[in-house]
């Protein structure tokens, strides 16, 4: 009895070592035309060593990006042109953050820790389908680039570096 739950707890350790090894999303769904809170979700470091900058991409439709500073750690936000213009409080809004970089902090392998902005999602953007967010974890001397996009068709879990996705949902 005690191998068979030493062998079933083992598994359901290895399972959720798996499941929380990429850089993720901690809410994976919200809706067209809100305000949505990200929380990046860093769970390692790269092959054992320190991440020592977060960079995520903004994708399109996402809009008013405002990243949150993190102590010890230098924040850095650049602002482009969007690919078309974007109604926010009736006002017309044509650029904004297109890259977060937090860097400068050092985040040990053996702890796990959270990035975060907010920003508005587009009333236009495509419920149903997901948005990617692809991050950049820099580490001393080494990356992990969680920047794969699934085709269409493919399933999400088959890539081995994932970029963080939220699915959209229908405007409440």
């Keep these: 009895m005690n191998t068979y739950l030493l062998s079933a707890c083992a598994l359901l350790a290895l399972g959720t070592g798996t499941a929380f090894a990429h850089v993720t999303l901690e809410t994976q769904e919200a809706a067209v035309g809100s305000t949505y809170k990200a929380i990046l979700r860093v769970p390692h470091g790269c092959a054992g060593k320190a991440t020592t900058a977060v960079r995520v991409q903004i994708p399109e439709g996402v809009i008013s990006v405002k990243p949150m500073p993190k102590a010890g750690w230098t924040l850095q936000v650049k602002k482009g042109k969007y690919e078309k213009s974007y109604q926010l409080y009736d006002e017309t809004v044509t650029s904004g953050a297109r890259e977060v970089d937090w860097s400068g902090g050092s985040l040990p392998d053996e702890f796990y820790d959270e990035f975060d902005f ?8 495509p419920a149903g389908q997901t948005l990617y967010f692809p991050v ?26 994932p970029a963080p996705g939220l699915k959209l949902a229908p405007k409440k």
């Design 118 to 125: 907010r920003g508005t999602l587009a009333v236009d953007l």
């Design 136 to 161: 950049v974890q820099e580490c001393d001397g080494a990356a992990e680039r969680w920047i794969e996009i699934p085709a269409a068709g493919q399933d999400e879990d088959a890539l081995e570096y």
